[in-house]
């Protein structure tokens, strides 16, 4: 046996997903480009603003000395100093440079935040639907994914929460704006969790860590703004990275922030700061760091995301397919219409054949369900139409 | 407990270490930074080569669209490309571009590899001395590090190394050039190793993968070439990184070469990039990609390290103490001289009166041993010579 069973398993069951990218490599190949519509993967295709371009052209030319070299392995002082800033801002906190530490982006920091606060078969609460990496993300430290569903609404469910905390509760992870239904938690949501969270670590002894996934926290629509984690639960953690908001995916930068009021929070840093060592992340990519130091008064481009889910919207509308209000991020998540009864598999088989791709609900554990990504051109989506309606109609 | 046991256990055991960066910065605060004789680190204080600062700032000038963005997990197509054929050179192979997995740096190419391969329980097999990471590398992962005991000169030992053999043997994990010593293990050794490694697969039906860190290849003295590894073994892997050879540590670029000749590599392959998805990594920094593509021709900067290692040679005979001769990296071994009683931690306290710090070789499991770093200017290196002298007469 050439690798692991589980990565062997893992490759087995996720071949069904790197069949449809493939096929849709495929498709592309033998349609054209424009006449597909990709609408599968989270990749923004806005190019970085023009504020970074100019940013990294300027740090690039100056080429200071050392600006290669390894640096402390939780990142440079004056760029955790910035972000410490900015996170304050964010959420309600006081943070100085040292409650941040760079990351290889948001999945090197959740990967890094449960290294350093897992022991073996501790338990980790996320909401289903989630992204599907987060189990693997979970596992890769002895820990286990727990389940708590959704509500109708996919909003945070407090009940299915609190019925899902146990004493081997290390944390519970959420991801605001959500991937894959763009909702958005309210701050009642936010405080009622802190509630209950503080409630089972005041019964147990065990204040499970907040972790806020929130890579798409600049991403929101029609004014809303995402609630803060850090000040609502003193024992919180937000993982985020500028892969979504300045379209620097393939960059790898990202960071942790500590909530300044976790209990014994230079012992969590330094178990953090180990972590991201013995990860073999080492430290954020040097140049990255410094780029985005400054640029936190940079904003996403929300507009043009806004104008696709308009478009979006009115595709579905046009098609007649029902779908959650996208409040965040730049996803749709689209209810599997009445022929098809509730198989989103087999819808996803029908958009196929129109030469649309979409990723099946099954593969967040939302069956009935699927998860179409924005994050493409406005022609593309509008020209989207027809299509969606053929398929629509079984 | 805020932290998980095992990593809190870790940062306590670390703590000695730590605690002697520390008292070196304060120790350049006090005295100033000239008169501190700071051999504790690997890290490069050579700047990239002037072909890295042109082709980065001419990538970054024309601006590639989509150049930030996701690529396959891999890496870059063009890029895999170029790495192949260097290998292929280096190793006596042919590899074509699906051989090769960019990674960040080589700790994480380590980390993708043992995660790929190893099951709960399996073994691999280190030679003592070596790099004290490598230990919860391979924990992390759910693997034991088997130490195998290197002979007097600090070559491998066929004979440890097979006895430490058994059915659990997932790999053996070599590092030649050798950090701590600055050994490279002869192409005997090599053809010795695998014949020992066919003959246990023979016998048990699995062959152990022989997985070569190998960031200093290219930093070797006196004409001396590092044999190749995945043309003298089947079942070998390579990972390494422009860290030292470019001197880009900050950056994390590295890679993983799959021998072309492993046992359904196609399996291995897809193992190894679902390892650096989850794992976090997802890929390797994309700009980064890019330019080491360009610069497979670009050699490492050894002649000022040949002259580092000559002016600290000289050191060491002026001061009486003894030593391995490195034969690459930048690392030199130096034996605790007698008044010491093998005391290496001793003689390090000692030195640290004398402004000069090195890491006692029980960090390496080699008791007796000190390592000085030597990428630090010429220059200091000359000066440290009376310090020396009065640290070892005890």
Redesign the interface.
């Known amino acids: ?8 398993d ?2 087995d069951s ?1 071949s069904m997903i790197r069949r449809m990218f493939e096929e849709g490599i495929e498709l592309k190949k033998k349609f054209g480009t424009d006449k597909v519509f990709d609408f599968s ?1 989270g ?3 806005l ?2 603003p023009e504020a970074f ?1 100019q940013t ?2 300027r740090l ?2 100056e ?1 200071a ?7 402390p392995n939780a990142g440079f002082p004056h760029v955790r100093e910035a972000l410490a800033r900015k996170t304050s801002h964010e959420h309600g906190v006081t943070l100085d440079w040292r409650h941040i530490v760079m990351s ?2 948001a ?6 935040v449960l ?5 073996p078969g501790d338990e980790v609460i996320v909401s289903r639907p989630y992204f599907m ?1 987060y189990r ?2 979970i596992t ?2 002895g820990g286990k994914l727990v389940e708590a569903a959704a509500d109708d609404s996919f909003n945070l469910d407090i009940d299915t929460v609190r019925a899902a905390l146990s004493e081997k509760t290390a944390a519970v992870l959420i991801n605001s704006p959500h991937n894959p239904t763009g909702r958005v938690y309210p701050q009642k949501t936010i405080a009622a969790l802190a509630e209950i969270l503080l409630e089972h670590g005041g019964k147990t002894g065990r204040f499970p860590y907040l972790v806020a996934d929130e890579p798409y926290r600049e991403l929101v629509y029609d004014g809303l703004a995402v609630p803060p984690v850090l000040s609502a639960y003193p024992h919180s953690i937000v993982a985020t990275s500028y892969s979504k908001s300045l ?6 930068i990202g960071y942790i922030a500590v909530g300044p009021r ?4 230079d ?2 840093i ?2 953090l700061i ?2 991201t ?12 760091q410094r780029c985005v130091a400054e640029l936190t008064e940079v904003k996403a481009a929300v507009y043009m995301y806004a104008a696709r889910r308009a478009a979006f919207k009115k595709v579905l509308d046009y098609a007649g397919l029902s779908y959650i209000n996208p409040e965040g991020a730049f996803y749709i998540f689209c209810k599997v219409p009445g022929g098809f009864a509730n198989d989103d598999r087999a819808f996803v088989d029908a958009l196929k054949k129109q030469l649309i791709l979409g990723v099946p609900g099954s593969s967040f554990g939302a069956p009935g369900w699927v998860r179409f990504a924005y994050c493409v051109s406005e022609e593309n989506i509008r020209n989207s139409a027809a299509a969606f309606k053929a398929a629509g109609g079984r």
């Open positions: 046996m050439p690798v692991a069973q589980a990565v062997k893992a490759l996720s993967l990749n923004p295709d190019e970085p371009r990294l052209l690039v030319t080429d000395p050392g600006s290669h070299g390894y640096m290889v982006g999945a090197g920091a959740l990967n890094t290294k350093a606060v897992l022991n990496e693997a993300y890769n430290h379209s620097l995916p393939g960059e790898r976790n209990d014994d929070k012992t969590l330094d178990a180990y972590a060592r013995i990860l073999g992340y080492v430290n954020a990519p040097a140049l990255m």
